[in-house]
């Protein structure tokens, strides 16, 4: 083994974000957002103003994009707003979305490790997206916001995902470009790993003290090893 190969971490098991850490939707969930808005007369917001929107859920998305909306009926309007998002972008999210560089390969080289998905995106769209770039059977689970109780930061979608592993948390990379990610790696006791190549804007990121920063996804491969480590072997009789 190489003196790089020998300083490699090494993790049971991998969790990933969707949204800016294996796919870049930006965008899609901009266009979307926007088609909401015109709905209600606003103007277009520029592509970065909605992606900085994005990391908390899809009705959180449209809250902010609504945001100045105003008045008594605003939260009807938010409501029929994501009502309006949820069709459109249920026809447009894979309209640009792709898998960031080295997503792929990736994979393929952790292939041997149990492999989860962690977002706070909708079952709806997210299971739609995975399948449409063709990497859905890379993942042994996908647990989605509408699948818990408490979305990321909460660590329950990371919980979930190890649900039956027998895989201790300390043994665990999650791997995403969002501060909900750090913080929920952190609230479970996993390896934090963010994504500076992401939706997330760098300093909040940065700020959230990730153990690890990627500054693109084949990175993951520099940093831990790719091989599961060997079972014990059995004493003799």
């Known amino acids: 083994m190489s003196r790089q190969q020998s300083r490699r971490r090494r993790a049971e098991a991998f969790i990933f974000d969707l949204d800016g850490t294996l796919v870049d939707s930006g965008r899609d969930l901009a266009v979307s957002a926007n088609f909401v808005r015109a709905r209600f007369g606003l103007p277009e917001l520029p592509e970065p103003v ?21 008045g008594p009926s605003a939260a009807e309007r938010v409501a029929e707003g994501l009502g309006v998002f949820m069709d459109h972008h249920d026809r447009h999210c894979l309209d640009h979305s792709r898998l960031y560089p080295g997503v792929l390969e990736t994979l393929r080289r952790f292939a041997d490790f149990p492999l989860m998905v962690a977002t706070n995106k909708s079952r709806r769209f997210a299971v739609k997206v995975l399948a449409g770039l063709h990497v859905d059977g890379a993942f042994r689970r996908v647990v989605c916001g509408d699948d818990v109780a408490r979305r990321k930061p909460d660590p329950e979608p990371l919980a979930l995902c190890l649900q039956g592993l027998g895989v201790d948390p300390r043994d665990v990379a999650m791997v995403g470009d969002g501060t909900n990610d750090v913080l929920a790696a952190r609230a479970l006791g996993c390896t934090a790993v963010g994504c500076a190549f992401g939706l997330t804007a760098r300093d909040r990121l940065l700020a959230a003290g990730p153990d690890l920063v990627l500054e693109s996804f084949a990175e993951l491969a520099d940093h831990f090893v790719s091989r599961p480590a060997p079972a014990p072997r059995k004493a003799g009789p």
């Open 50 to 70: 909605v992606v900085s929107f994005v990391g908390d859920g899809v009705g959180k998305l449209v809250e902010r994009a609504l945001a100045d909306l105003g």
